[in-house]
């Protein structure tokens, strides 16, 4: 009864490789989201959904590429990888309605991606 | 912008002292405030959230937090603190809108014997 899982939990991979993570909630959630969390644990806003649409899209670099198939699944593809690429990459998702619950985020439990 | 601000980086607490965790946030209008917990290799937990109404809210584990718009703070607080509360914990500031949360860099919160 897992509400936000992410797989895989870990990615070890070589730099110059396309790699995929992906997201589900089962919150019945309209909002989705990707958080990035650097090596300081610093934690900074990728992308948002909402309703399969892209909201918010904080200046991540353009190899980074998320597809949200329905509205309960937000993957994040990522081309050409780069060492700087490595850190734990959180999705999370919210309820929809007011924003007060639109505030509320419901996180995974990270993948944590190492580019070698 | 929005911002927020952890002021420690690290604490040191004894088990079964009291704790507190300062926050500050920028943001012109009302904040929604939010503080999660990370323990190692886990995923962020929500303790406690604050919209609007009571200043001091409750949250998990026996955690509180009082939201003071003159001093733009958002401190998390406990009683007595256990081993088990040794882990980062992040402040976040959520706006109006389709928004995203703002975090601070975190505080480690470490509990000795």
Redesign the interface.
């Known amino acids: 009864d897992t509400a936000v899982s992410q797989t895989p939990k870990y990615l070890v991979t070589q730099m110059g490789n396309d790699k995929s993570i992906k997201c589900e909630q089962n919150l019945g959630h309209d909002?989705m989201?990707w958080y990035k969390q650097d090596s300081?644990?610093?934690?900074?806003?990728m992308f948002?959904y909402?309703n399969k649409e892209l909201?918010?899209n904080?200046t991540v670099p353009n190899r980074f590429s998320p597809k949200s198939p329905d509205k309960a699944h937000l993957n994040l593809h990522i081309n050409s990888l780069e060492l700087g690429d490595s850190a734990v990459y959180?999705c999370?998702s919210s309820h929809p309605g007011d924003?007060?619950r639109?505030?509320?985020?419901?996180?995974?439990?990270?993948t944590r991606l190492t580019v070698l | 912008a929005q911002s927020v601000t952890q002021p420690d980086i690290h604490i040191t607490v004894s088990e079964g002292a009291s704790l507190e965790l300062r926050c500050n946030y920028s943001y012109g209008a009302t904040p929604?405030l939010?503080w999660?917990v990370?323990s190692p290799g886990?995923?962020?937990?929500?303790l406690l959230?604050y919209?609007?109404g009571d200043t001091l809210v409750q949250g998990i584990k026996g955690f509180e937090a009082e939201f003071k718009r003159s001093q733009s703070s958002f401190n998390l607080r406990k009683p007595s603190v256990h081993w088990s509360d040794a882990a980062?914990y992040?402040c976040a500031v959520?706006?109006?809108?389709?928004?995203?949360?703002?975090?601070g860099?975190?505080t480690m919160l470490l509990v000795s014997p």
């Open positions: 909002t989201y300081k644990k610093f934690l900074k806003i948002s909402n909201i918010i904080e959180f999370a924003e007060r639109n505030n509320e985020q419901f996180f995974g439990p990270g | 929604y939010f999660y990370q886990q995923g962020l937990q929500l959230k919209f609007s980062e992040f959520g706006t109006t809108g389709y928004s995203t949360l703002t975090f860099k975190g």
